[in-house]
């Protein structure tokens, strides 16, 4: 199995592009997440989705949008980049169920909007 | 509002001593609670979970306690090696699996 996998690894963009960050988990898992990484702000969670066709905001959405059309996909969207959207990128999934299960990461994303 | 709290600053011990990073909360009350290990340029990797009628878990040389009237977590790593160093990082479990996560405690395991 490969896990979480995620696309691309390095990312530069310049403000106002747009960019499509792809997320493959190969577990079956029904739940999955979009989170950002700042130093000193620790992960933060931006979207998530708790099905195929479903998705929710989380803490930090505004700039980002996403897309659940298959359920092993996860996609992350920023329409217009701005420099504040520099951060690197998770993606994580896990199972639902009515017990807590831990989350897998994928390697993460390193954007730099300039 | 719901806030988590790790040491921030690094923490640095000398190698087969026992670590102990600590995870402090407020305005929540978890069920259950995580604790990640993170290496620089990776993601997190989950470690330990403990629900919150459990006072303490342990794996291998891993122990969390868990004491939700001080609304505290405890993390220890006994006989620590160079290999423990990492960012440590302690998450709160809410509804829909979702986890809020702590910024982290740095640990460096000097030989």
């Known amino acids: 199995n490969a896990g979480v996998t995620q696309t691309p690894k390095f990312r530069v963009l310049k403000t106002g592009q747009s960019m499509t960050l792809l997320c493959a988990q190969d577990?079956?898992?029904?739940?999955m997440y979009w989170y950002r990484q700042d130093p000193g702000m620790g992960l933060r969670l931006i979207h998530y989705?708790?099905?195929?066709?479903?998705?929710a905001k989380g803490e930090v959405p505004d700039g980002y949008n996403v897309s659940r059309l298959k359920k092993q996909n996860f996609l992350l969207g920023l329409e217009s980049a701005a420099p504040s959207q520099t951060s690197v990128y998770f993606c994580?999934?896990?199972?639902?169920?009515?017990?807590?299960?831990?989350?897998?990461f994928g390697p993460g994303t390193r954007l730099t909007v300039t | 509002s719901q806030k988590i709290e790790q040491n921030s600053e690094a923490l640095n011990i000398q190698e087969g001593k026992t670590a102990t990073l600590t995870c402090n909360y407020t305005?929540?009350?978890?069920?259950?609670l995580q604790w990640y290990r993170q290496d620089p340029g990776r993601g997190p990797v989950f470690l330990l979970l403990?629900?919150?009628?459990?006072k303490e878990k342990r794996k291998e040389r891993l122990k969390v306690t868990f004491d939700t009237t001080l609304k505290q977590s405890l993390f220890h790593i006994t006989a620590s090696q160079p290999a423990d160093s990492a960012t440590y990082l302690c998450?709160?479990?809410?509804?829909?699996?979702?986890?809020?996560f702590g910024i982290g405690t740095k640990l460096q395991v000097i030989p």
């Open positions: 994580a999934s896990t199972k639902s169920g009515v017990r807590y299960y831990e989350q897998y």
């Open positions: 577990m079956n898992h029904e739940y």
């Open positions: 989705s708790v099905g195929e066709g479903t998705t």
């Open positions: 305005n929540y009350s978890p069920a259950y």
């Open positions: 403990i629900r919150e009628n459990e």
């Open positions: 998450a709160l479990q809410g509804g829909y699996q979702k986890v809020t």
